[in-house]
């Protein structure tokens, strides 16, 4: 899907490697992402998990948004149980979309 | 993962809904992966599918590299057989990565 605004605009691009560990997971993460949708700036989320591999990217406005959702204080605590009990590694990436192209099956 | 240069770099982001038809694509897909990793200014891959669903992101030094595996012969065939057979709809983006960070479990 093609984002709600053209480029340029931010990606947040997540990559995880989870442990075994579930407990308060999906309840948190659905929670983030109730509350992601609900910051200034925030344009579209999208998640894919395979087994302990995960990617997923919310797209911003602009950096301004993305600093203000990583400091809310919900998302602080969520960070931290997913360093103390969901995550074994993940990599955070900000990156600037400059442009975009979709294909549409008729 | 962490990337293997620091930012700035690029990402090229390909998020996809799949058909049911499977004809080639494992093959097609492997092929692509391998390809990949052998352009210059290649740097990494990362691909999650769940279901229908799935996020695959390349990850390459500068625009001109993404420009060339976009255009090579046999990407260009796998592109249009994507079109035709395997994906009911896509978007690719292209995204420069400003930042990045991680977190390893000790």
Redesign the interface.
């Known amino acids: ?3 709600k605004i053209p ?1 340029p605009y931010y ?1 947040v ?1 997540f ?1 995880s490697v989870r ?1 075994d560990n579930d407990q308060g997971y999906a309840q948190t993460a659905g929670h983030m992402m109730t509350l992601a949708a609900d910051q200034p700036g925030y344009i579209d989320f ?1 998640s ?3 087994g302990e ?3 997923s ?1 919310s797209y911003w406005k602009d950096l301004d948004s993305i600093k203000n959702w990583k400091n809310m204080a919900d998302h602080l605590t969520a960070q931290k149980l ?2 103390e009990k969901w ?19 008729t």
């Open positions: 899907m093609i984002a480029p990606a691009i990559t442990t999208e894919v998990r395979e591999m995960g990617i990217i997913g360093r995550y074994k590694s993940y990599t955070t990436r900000i990156a600037k979309v400059e442009r975009e192209y979709s294909f549409e099956r």
